[in-house]
Every structure is written in C-alpha cells, then in structure tokens.
C-alpha cells in the first residue's frame, strides 16, 4: 500500500467564526471590555488560556480602592491626593483625577455584577 496515496484526514474539523471584537484576556479589564462591546451591539468574544475565575485579577492582592464614605467620611479629592502624593507626584494627575472620581460608581457597579469583596478591611 502506497502511504503517499492515501489522503490524511484532519485530526479535527475547523469551524470559523465572524466578530467584530475579540478580546484576549479574561480578568477583570477584559471581561469588562467584552461586556461594554456587547453592550454597544458588537458580536463580541473574549479567549483565555484559563478560566476566568483564574485569572490574574482573582489571584492579585492589591484590592481596589474607591472613595465610598461607608467608614466615615470620604471624599474623591481625597482619593485622588492620596494616589497624587503615592506617586511621587509623576502620575497623569488627569488620569487620576478621573479614575477618582468615577471609582465609586465602578464599585458599585460590581458589586451589582455579583463581584464579592470586603469593604472594611
């Protein structure tokens, strides 16, 4: 029997798909990303190399912080001077400024997306 004769058959068939959006990376910016495109009307999708509640944004430490004023008092300007004075005074202190001010609003919104996290500690 002749090897070169006989046709190979593929080990998997390939099926293609059509989007609009493909995101790469499915932490926490990422499957914001996706959620914010769908929401525009993009058919949208979003690959990984885990599963999502492994990602890096699960497995990092460093918390969020967000002006809420459920401790006391609270304010952004506080939020964004702290941040400001942390960075040596060399961060985008427009980028902060805005960050700052839309924090809480971002948390609060997680929160309604179901995202667990501890506002005391």
Known sequence: MNVMATPLRPAYSFVDHT???VVVGAG???LRAVVGCSEAGLKTACITKVCPTRSHTVAAQGGIAASL???GE???RWHMYDTVKGA???GDQ???EY???NAPAAVYELEHWGLPFS???
Do not use: F
């Open 28 to 30: 926490g910016s990422g």
């Open 69 to 71: 004023g459920n401790m």
């Open 88 to 90: 040596d005074w060399l």
């Open 19 to 21: 989007y609009d959006v």
């Open 94 to 96: 427009d980028a902060i």
């Open 74 to 76: 609270d304010d952004w």
């Open 119 to 121: 506002r005391r500690e």
């Open 99 to 101: 960050m700052c001010r």
